[in-house]
Structure formats: structure tokens, C-alpha cells
């Protein structure tokens, strides 16, 4: 088993700076990938960026050259740091984690994003 805590969401004018935090009760070397995605209102939830446990990483096309996913093993935490925030950026932002071994899907509670034009 495994939990996953988000934080860092708020509210941002559009074209500031937001990063999110996901810190695991256990070590993140035993995930495969780590990940976030999204999910607006009234639309489905969509990948926005992952990281491998060997550090590669893949982004939606609309964030791109904005946001950046990063691990810190040492503390157990996937970081999304997410510049030149757009209004359609506006969504919970959820945490997810994959298992090594089991594959099993870990997700946490969600943090809101909300950027105003």
C-alpha cells in the first residue's frame, strides 16, 4: 500500500507560478513511473507530465517548455513546477504512482489549481 499527499495548489494571476508537491509514505524508488495528471470541469482527466524511476520524463504537448516534473528521492517527493500559467490550466491536479512490481495505480486527494486571466 501506499498513500500520496499533494500540495502547492492556489490560486495564480495568469502567467505566474505555481509547484506542486507529492510526497509518498514510502520510498518512490518502488514506483515505475510517478506522474500528474488533471482533470477540469467537465472534461476528462489527461496526463500532464511523468517521471520513470530513471528519470525520464514526458509531457502533454499543452504544457511543453512550461512545467517541469522532478523527483527528490531522499525526500520521497515528485515535484511539478509549473511557470507561465494559462487560464486553461485551471483544473485538480491529481498525484499518481504506478508500483514496480505489482503495477498497481496509487492516486492522491487532488489539489486545486485556479489561474484567472
Known amino acids: 500500500q501506499a498513500q500520496l499527499g499533494e500540495s502547492g495548489g492556489g490560486s495564480v494571476q495568469a502567467g505566474g507560478s505555481l509547484r506542486l508537491s507529492c510526497a509518498a509514505s514510502r520510498s518512490i524508488s518502488s514506483f515505475n513511473t510517478m506522474g500528474w495528471y488533471r482533470q477540469a470541469p467537465g472534461k476528462q482527466r489527461e496526463l500532464v507530465a511523468h517521471?520513470?524511476?530513471?528519470?525520464?520524463?514526458n509531457y502533454a504537448d499543452s504544457v511543453k517548455g512550461r512545467f517541469t516534473i522532478s523527483r527528490d528521492n531522499a525526500k520521497n517527493t515528485v515535484y511539478l513546477q509549473m511557470n507561465s500559467l494559462k487560464a486553461e490550466d485551471t483544473a485538480v491536479y491529481y498525484c499518481?504512482?504506478?508500483?514496480?512490481?505489482?503495477?498497481?495505480?496509487?492516486w492522491g486527494q487532488g489539489t486545486q489549481v485556479t489561474v484567472s486571466s
Open positions: 499518481n504512482a504506478v508500483g514496480r512490481f505489482t503495477s498497481t495505480v496509487y
Open positions: 517521471i520513470t524511476s530513471g528519470g525520464s520524463t
